[in-house]
C-alpha cells in the first residue's frame, strides 16, 4: 500500500511561483510513475503533469506548458511541481498520484490508482 502526503500549497499572488512536493511511502518510489493532478470547485479533475520512473519522460497539460515543471528525486522518494507565473486560474487543490504500469504521453486520472489528499493553492489577481 502506497502513502503519499503533499505539502507547499498556499495562498499567492498572480506571477508568483510556489513549489509543490509529494513524498511517498510505504513501497519502492523509482517503480511508479508519478502525476499531478488538480480540482477546482465545481470542475472534474484535471491532469497537470507527469513523469517517468527515471525523471527522463515528462508531460504537460496545454495550460501548465512552458509555466510548470514536474521533478522526483528518487533517492527521497519526492515528486515536485514547480510552478512559475501563477494565474488565477491556477487555482485549485492540486492531488499526487501514482501508478506503476506503462507510460502515456496524455494520461488521465484513471490511469493512476494511488492518490493523496490534496494541497490547496490559492492565486489571487
Known amino acids: 500500500q502506497v502513502q503519499m502526503v503533499e505539502s507547499g500549497g498556499r495562498l499567492v499572488q498572480a506571477g508568483d511561483s510556489l513549489r509543490l512536493s509529494c513524498t511517498v511511502s510505504?513501497?519502492?518510489?523509482?517503480?511508479?510513475?508519478m502525476g499531478w493532478f488538480r480540482q477546482a470547485p465545481g470542475k472534474e479533475r484535471e491532469f497537470v503533469a507527469a513523469?517517468?520512473?527515471?525523471?527522463?519522460?515528462?508531460a504537460y497539460a496545454d495550460s501548465v506548458k512552458g509555466r510548470f515543471t514536474i521533478s522526483r528525486a528518487n533517492a527521497k522518494s519526492t515528486v515536485y511541481l514547480q510552478m512559475n507565473s501563477l494565474k488565477p486560474e491556477d487555482t485549485a487543490v492540486y492531488h499526487c498520484?501514482?501508478?506503476?504500469?506503462?507510460?502515456?504521453?496524455?494520461?488521465?486520472?484513471?490511469?493512476?490508482?494511488?492518490w493523496g489528499q490534496g494541497t490547496q493553492v490559492a492565486v489571487s489577481s
Open positions: 510505504g513501497r519502492r518510489f523509482s517503480s511508479y510513475i
Open positions: 513523469i517517468g520512473r527515471s525523471g527522463n519522460s515528462t
Open positions: 498520484a501514482a501508478h506503476d504500469r506503462w507510460w502515456k504521453s496524455r494520461p488521465v486520472a484513471g490511469d493512476f490508482g494511488s
